[in-house]
DNA sequence: CTTGGAATGTCAACAAGGCTGACGTATTGT
DNA sequence: ACAATACGTCAGCCTTGTTGACATTCCAAG
């Protein structure tokens, strides 16, 4: 199962071959459907879906984000993302706030009960994620994030590039 | 595996951090757009989505499983499977032979057209993996499997093995 | 100042692709 | 003969994406 693929003479591109980007495809598919197992049980209960969990995580990350912003980070439609908002509104998870300086722009916030969902549905995830890190050790990790970050278009990494940078590290 | 985790002191379990277990879910967010992207645009032309490219990958790789099997593996409901099936069988893209031995059962093959369809779809996909494990290098790409697996939940991992022995390696 | 264009957000209607429930049909095995 | 299995189908619902139409707000040109 998937050892240093020994470095002999050449530059050894046996990890590049049809069969092992095969895996990497399969691995994609069936580690997405985990990924994402934990917060849609969660969810399930609270008439809510995959796409509130995803505004929410958002909405968490960057306080004060715009509808536009949200929309262009989502890659959904103004519309679409206009649904989910309105739930999240009516269940009284997330605030908009007109904005000062352009009153045209709403500006996105989680409220005490928002932040409390936001913990729960980020408490699971991160759990399996810590699972899995743990079993692989940091180096596969490093790994991980950097073909991760290999395999995204130019649109995604900057996006996550621009999170990244504001979260810390 | 067990890398050994940077010998200093204590046992650096700095991977294991809120921030960096964020970054993480981020990449997979991002990533996975970017993993589906080329067959969903390839297809958004043939009037198909995502649901009849996962049947197709999987009929391809395992030719002559049967509706039941693909139901397990694709993890939906017959109703849902059928309405995929039906629409790539009228399309002449799969073929349904009834059983031999059990003649309850259909056993699915892509026809020549759906294997060229097939080939299209997973040159793309498997280009863009390409792409990003040679980018990233063979290290890398061990450490993403090992992740990968490590993510998924116990089903979706036997299913993941299963056809990993099948396909060779 | 006013007016028109651009940006932003909302409402309505529709499609894809999940789901459950109920039922029919052929086939198999007890 | 009968129960269980594998599959197909109809009907109806939900979530989450889409487009189209429209209201509001801002800004810049006349």
Known sequence: MAEAPAPQGGSSLLFLTDEQLRKGIEAMFFA???FTADPDRILEGREMGRAHHRAIHFIHRSPGTTVSNLMALLGVTKQSLNRVLRALIAAGLVEARVGRRDRRERHLYLTREGAALERELSDAQRERMRAAY??????????FRQVLEAMMDEESRRQYEALAGRGGQ
Chains 1, 2 share one sequence.
């Open 32 to 34: 997405y459907r985990g």
């Open 134 to 143: 743990r079993t692989a050790g940091p180096v596969a990790v490093a790994g």
